[in-house]
């Protein structure tokens, strides 16, 4: 690995790691909240729990009288359950949503800078092939990647050009 990929992995997890520290407490609760309900433990718990209840209701279980036979509790609590869980997991996709778009920016600004570079790097080379009088086959490719590309006129134009079918 070179260096500069070193330290670029580096500063990507520091800035990871800053920004973790940063999150608002109920950032942190919903992300351990989600977290732990997409995992198999979560999975296991749900299943023993409802499980030992609905047994336990059906009159299954010796000992343990029926609180909730028509499992009206049951079903509520789930759905109370699932109202929470669905609130935890949008603030999380929320939260990673603003990431992802902090990621989208740098890539853009960094791509942005990389073609203009590629551009001054085209405009040199061309210069010094016509300094040391070298004729290249193709002209018209060399002048096209020395013109600057403005990510207006990209923009104007994916924005003017329709959407494509999703059959296509």
Excluded: C, Y
């Excluded at 343990?64 to 109202?83: G, H, K, N, Q, R």
Aim: glycine content about 2%.
């Amino acid at each position: 690995m070179t260096r500069v990929l070193a330290r670029n992995i580096r500063a990507l997890e520091e800035r990871r790691q800053k920004e973790e520290a940063e999150a608002r407490w109920s950032e942190r609760v919903a992300e351990a909240i989600t977290r732990f309900s997409g995992s198999m433990l979560s999975v296991l718990l749900h299943a023993a729990l409802f499980g030992l209840w609905v047994l336990a209701n059906l009159g299954l279980i010796p000992g343990i009288a029926p609180w909730d036979p028509s499992f009206v509790t049951l079903a509520m609590m789930a759905s109370v359950e699932a109202i929470f869980l669905t609130t935890f997991i949008l603030i999380s996709q929320n939260r990673m949503a603003a990431a992802e778009k902090k990621r989208a920016e740098l890539d853009l600004q960094v791509s942005l800078l990389a073609e203009d570079e590629i551009t001054e790097l085209a405009k040199l080379t061309a210069a010094i092939a016509e300094r040391l009088g070298i004729v290249t086959e193709s002209e018209a490719a060399v002048e096209e990647m020395v013109r600057p590309i403005e990510p207006e006129v990209v923009l104007d134009a994916l924005e003017s050009t329709p959407p494509r079918d999703s059959a296509d």
